[in-house]
């Protein structure tokens, strides 16, 4: 309350700047609900977790992040979780406590007993020593390499961990020990053990034992916390009590906790404390037990029950709760504004700071925010504004705000709220930018035209004028005073009443540019729907998804620091340093993905903000990604068709047992997404290397020798792991290739020798024939290594790499006709959701299988990514090609794909198409290719938005030679109407 009422009094100070009806309003308007929010990652079963209720998180000296909960361990890299349980050998699914020891092993308290993990699953201490209904709480190592454990019926234990682990000595009712049941453990620094049950604290070192005096009020001890000035804390049901090397009594923070259940400290990098709690979420004090931050759901964490807290190797902070999953706080410098009670809109399109240094957000139909010393106000139509949905902002010479709505401009003049319509001059009622001339004048870009205004009259500029079109999305002023404009068809320059525009027949990226920004040395940047694309004033260059954009479709650009580009898209946010491009999504503190169009802007302290569809964030001047160290990089397992191979000794396999499937994962929990791999299956050390992104490769039947499979990781363009993950083995030949065998023989040979000598003849030719096989077998092998490279591991089929050959190496007539068939299974989502990601992969190699059959030798069936197939089709004609897509939507509606449940599940697909009857012979084959497969991804888009479970084409009707495809791509609705494409929907 006195935090709301110092609101509105210093808003009540400023009213002598403001008539007393706006500031009423304003004041009116105040809302304290912080919508600020921290950069969390959160973690759910959605993801692979295996539960929502986390008890205890640990990283293990691989890197592995393991989390226990109510129904097992699950285990992370970043992108994956692996789960065990009680068929892992667990003694019970129930785990409430990890142990890292200091030989790396892993200890499990659960439900039922102790285990430890050896590398593959499990192993329980056995019955003899353990009862199977005697839980385990708590873990702790002591100095000398023994385990102690607390638990509910047997007190407290300690293990000898070597060889079969056993129990060595117990405190418990039958030795006179105050108690059965303990609930929290620790071991301090000089060994003495500290143990808390349902009201006390017992503490055990050489002379035995003592129930430490408490005058706190009495509650259960559920941790126990040991400061680096060597304090002994506890957490209970009423807050923190410490010892005082007398008694346990009250310990005081800056935040009241009498009240609270404290589950869990932990001490972060900077030696701050946090502290977690039942209710009432985390919280982060200094060494002086001042408040730094409070964490809770109003700010991004999943749930307010915290029972655990871990720093990884990578700074982050993880918070296992009670019913939300776990949560990541990125260690980036990154803050977020959702949708909350305080920003009832995160959809964000334009973000602006004013002199006093707060920020004015324009919203997609809630009017504006305005962002003040971390309280937001709102402005609507109810207080002045033209539309609530505000799509540009700008400050005037008098550092007044102006907004550009979907209806006008709403502008603050002599403390009033004034609009600008058509009525006054304006020449479009949607207005998309607004800049500030160096002379101090406005320039607007509306839905019709370009509008100059100055000393309060408009001057209008329209494609009769020389505009390459009236939607103008994006002005910017150059340091020589020249306009730039971003229009829906090109880029244009207004320089000395004149108009010179550039297009995609220039270079361009394409026509619809989102954002324009000049950089230092005077070059223009452009973020169109495209693609990136840099104007030198003579020529363009342009980068895409194949040059590491996250999304073709730039939307805003920014620069950083360092004179690096940034990039919003849809996609995320691309840090481009010139050479490569750093990709920072959700996963780093992004709020959201999907940057909107021009949602970019620097402030004067140099934070880049980045307005999205579900919020708002603020990167720090000082703000790096994360860490592009090569990550640690793991093989998973190695298994053919009978077993799971063991990793860590070299086997021999069978030659008829050789066909191998290898499962490899890198460690990385801010960067997983920009992780790839390379690895080779190497015979001598000039085996060469092949990249992927995939982490599961599949190697068929080997010769038989000595094998290395090596695979290493980056991240994003960084440096490659140089100690990568090996699996040795050795393929054994059939008995017939055993060198004793051959031996045998040319043993046999010599004693004949005298009077059958053609047995040395033949005896040489078997061996020179035993040389080629393996030589042969070996170029096999390389074969199906460039066979991995160029299809789909899942469905067999090609993939995007094996069609860019393709059409890289195509001979191919212009005059040929030639389509491209797009597909896609309607609501494949809705399928792995219901049914489970295995049978969504059964559904898919059925489908694939459907496709191989239908297509004829000449035609290439690819996986396109996820659902998505495409289907290039040569000197193919337009019925049969109709007939062909026809045949993909009967079909599949009539594939017969029983679940678990023996319950059929139905699937349709949507088709779209692509048909040219010959191609331009004065422009590059392949790139009228590739756009023929985009015309077609356009037209499966058309399937899906009439309905899906049907067929949609486009047939090109003009003659190639005239039009460009390009032309087709940016405008098709344009294209149709002047009869240069037909649409085809069946």
Known sequence: MKINQSIRFNTFLDCTLFPLLLCLILILSSNNTAAQELPFANLSIADGLEDMVIFDIEQDDHGFLWMTTRTGISRFDGNQFWTFNRSNGLPHNLVRDLLKAKNGKLWAASEAGLAWFDGYEFKSISEEYWPSNVSARALQEAADGTIWVATYGMGIVQIDPSGNPKIINQFNSSTGFPSDRFRSLMIDVDGHIWAGDSKRVIRINNDGYEAIEWKAEASEIRTIFQHENKQIWVGTRNGVAVFDGTAFVPLDFDVDLSNQTINSFTVDHQQHIWVSSRDYGAYEFNQDRQLVKHLNMSNGLPDNSVNSMYQDSENNIWFG???????????????????????????????????????????????????????????TTKQGLSHNKVLTAVLDDEGDPWFGTLQGITYQKNNQFHQLHISEGLTGPVVYHIIKDLDDSLWIGTNNGLNHYQ?????????????????INRIFQSKNGDIWLASSNGLSLFKDGQFTNWSTSDGLAANFINDIYEDGKGVLWLATNNGLSLFDGTSFTTWTTEDGLP????????????????????????????????????????????????????????????????????????????????????????????????????????????SLTLSFTAISFQRAPDISYRYRLAVNEDTPWRETRLNEIQINSLAAGNYRFQVTARIGNGAWNSNPAEFNFEVTPPFWQTPWFILLLIAGVVIFLLYRNWRNKQ????????????????????????????HDSLTRLSNRNHVQNLLNEFSYASSSPFAVIAIDLDYFKNVNDQYGHDFGDQVLKRFSKMLSDLIEENQTAARWGGEEFIIICPQIKLTQLKILSLSIIQQC?????????????????????????????EYKLVTQMEKTIQLADQALYAAKHNGRDQ??????????????????????????????????KE
């Open 321 to 379: 709760t009670y019913g939300g999953g776990i949560a990541r706080l990125s260690a980036a410098n990154v803050t977020n504004w959702k949708a909350q009670n305080a920003m009832p809109n995160p959809n964000v399109y334009a973000i602006i700071q004013d002199n006093n240094g707060c920020i004015w957000i324009g919203t997609n139909g809630d009017g504006v925010s305005l962002l003040c010393e971390g309280e937001l106000t709102h402005i």
């Open 455 to 471: 000393d309060g009259k408009f001057t209008s500029y329209f494609t009769e004028d020389g505009l390459p079109d009236n939607r």
């Open 893 to 921: 509606r009539h594939l017969i794909i029983p679940n678990h449940l023996s319950e059929t599940v139905d699937v349709t697909c949507s088709v779209g198409f692509a048909y040219i009857p010959g191609f331009n012979p």
């Open 951 to 984: 067929l949609y084409g486009y047939i090109i009707k003009q003659p190639a030679k005239t039009i460009q495809l390009k032309t087709y791509l940016s405008d098709i609705q344009d294209a149709i109407d002047k009869q240069w494409i037909e649409a085809v």
């Open 551 to 658: 999304h073709n479709n730039a939307t805003s650009i920014l620069q950083g620091e360092n004179n690096d580009i940034w990039i919003g898209t849809s996609r995320g946010v691309a840090i481009f340093d010139g050479s490569n491009f750093t990709v920072i999504t959700s996963r780093e503190g992004l709020v959201f993905d999907l940057v909107n169009r021009g949602a970019g802007f620097r402030d004067d302290q140099g934070n880049l903000w980045f307005g999205t569809a579900k919020g708002i964030s603020r990167f720090d001047a000082n703000f790096k990604p994360g860490s592009s160290t090569p990550p640690p990089v793991h093989i998973i397992s190695v298994r053919n068709e009978m077993d799971a191979l063991d990793l860590n000794t070299k086997i021999r396999i069978q030659q008829q047992d050789s």
């Open 763 to 790: 005896h040489a030719l078997k061996l020179e024939n035993i040389v080629f096989d393996r030589t042969k077998q070996l170029e096999e092998l390389n074969q199906g290594l460039d066979w991995l490279a160029n």
